[in-house]
């Protein structure tokens, strides 16, 4: 078989042949898609035809040479479920061409100097430009077969013989006239779709398709400096009713190996109500996102990151109804200087205190404070507890609550028995002779 044979020719050779028509629409979809990944390289990238073009002359720096840039290139579209051919030139139609010639099993290698340009195309074929059939085949009567043998015509015969476009075509070819691009914009959104080959009726076969999704979007918001903090993920069958997850996180993400994490919590956790056909992913609200820096040891801001994802794979795992947080609230009355969150996954210190660190106190405060206050034996007016207390600091009123219907009107005290032992005590104004345990020193 052979590119542009008839179907019924090419199915006396293939009995068991398969013809798909071709859909245009998705195809430059794709294109889109991919170019909205590239993007993550280079802000210079635009459609050209059914490939993608590159500027990548001020990011070479960045990404360490041709050579290197051209592997995460060639990994990451692997990895995306695409097999590409890349070429390298000074000229974007160069650098299709050489592509095309990879495509097509010709030798040929990738030029980074205009002045090489005229001697590496030399000997590929004219069938590699999008020109019109009729004017290859004319060229091809004349015995013009390759660049070599149409490079060496007169210009004005050329051009008078076959029109300006071909002129202008090889002038842009060899870059003796600019090729300016239109860059490609992603959108302000993140969506894509993936048909499956087949039903799918387990949530872990689902991973390996939803990974290639993911480091789609990785690259989409890469390109864009941001991340997500909202992810909607939706499961389609042919005939049912589509299963719905929706993932949240503390702060902004785009990793695409941490994302799959909480994904594969989240789809074990799921019934799926039929077979899968088509995953659906979604972000709607793209959020500035700062590179987290790695340091050779982990300070605050690491381990502070580290314990956040932690609660998130959590919540992913056991439910959000099932992590709890502490956190401290501005009031003076001890019970409720903090307060336990339930339902949502807690926030790292450095977010959930902003705001409500509370004033300082004047008084030394326990480690432990006892869930309810123990009243306590008295003897002449001083409290006992192991033996008589011995006041050490004190009295620190707390008058406070009268707003909420919970008042309280104490005076604290710093006490120490016989052994030691140090204790938080209070007695209530309107009751001076009765005393409370409220809290035990380290």
């Avoid at 993608?52 to 960045?62: H, I, T």
């Avoid at 990879?102 to 290698?109: D, K, L, N, S, T």
Wanted: charge should be positive.
């Amino acid at each position: 078989m052979r590119v542009g044979q008839a179907i019924a020719s090419a199915k006396v050779l293939c009995g068991n042949l398969h013809v798909l028509l071709r859909d245009v629409a998705v195809e430059q979809e794709a294109l889109e898609q991919l170019a909205a990944w590239c993007v993550q390289y280079t802000p210079a990238v635009s459609v050209d035809g059914q490939g993608v073009a590159l500027e990548v002359e001020a990011s070479l720096r960045l990404f360490g040479g041709h050579a290197r840039l051209t592997a995460a290139l060639r990994n990451g579209m692997h990895e995306l479920g695409y097999r590409a051919t890349i070429g390298i030139a000074p000229t974007p139609m160069a650098a299709r061409l050489f592509a095309r010639a990879e495509a097509q099993g010709i030798g040929v290698r990738s030029c980074v100097a205009i002045g090489e340009l005229g001697g590496r195309i030399a000997g590929l074929p004219l069938f590699l430009l999008d020109w019109p059939q009729r004017t290859l085949a004319l060229l091809a009567d004349l015995g013009i077969l390759r660049f070599k043998d149409i490079l060496a015509l007169p210009r004005e015969g050329l051009a008078r013989r076959f029109g300006p476009e071909v002129m202008a075509d090889l002038d842009r070819l060899t870059g003796r006239m600019p090729d300016p691009r239109a860059p490609y914009v992603p959108p302000p959104t993140f969506h894509v779709r993936l048909e499956l080959a087949s039903e799918v009726e387990s949530t872990q076969a689902l991973l390996f398709p939803l990974r290639r999704l993911l480091s789609q979007m990785e690259g989409f918001l890469r390109g864009r400096g941001a991340g997500v903090q909202q992810l909607t993920l939706t499961l389609e069958p042919v005939r049912s009713k589509s299963t719905r997850i929706e993932l949240a996180f503390a702060s902004p993400e785009r990793e695409a190996d941490f994302i799959l994490a909480l994904a594969r919590e989240r789809l074990g956790r799921a019934q799926l109500a039929a077979p899968t056909l088509v995953i659906d992913l979604r972000a709607e609200a793209l959020l500035d996102y700062t590179p987290r820096a790695a340091t050779w040891l982990p300070g605050r801001e690491e381990q502070t990151l580290g314990s956040e994802r932690l609660l998130q794979r959590l919540s992913a795992r056991i439910g959000r109804e099932r992590v709890f947080g502490i956190a401290l609230s501005d009031d003076h009355r001890p019970e409720h200087g903090w307060n336990q969150g339930r339902g949502q996954t807690p926030k790292p210190p450095t977010q959930r205190l902003r705001g409500l660190t509370p004033k300082p106190h004047f008084g030394a405060r326990p480690l432990w404070l006892l869930h309810r206050p123990q009243k306590l034996v008295s003897e002449d007016g001083m409290p006992l507890h192991q033996g008589r207390l011995d006041f050490i600091a004190g009295p620190e009123r707390i008058e406070a609550g009268w707003w909420d219907g919970e008042p309280v009107a104490r005076d604290y005290f710093v006490a120490a028995n016989p052994g030691g032992e140090r204790f938080w005590v209070y007695r209530e104004h309107h009751d001076p002779k009765c005393w409370y345990l409220h809290g035990v020193f380290a």
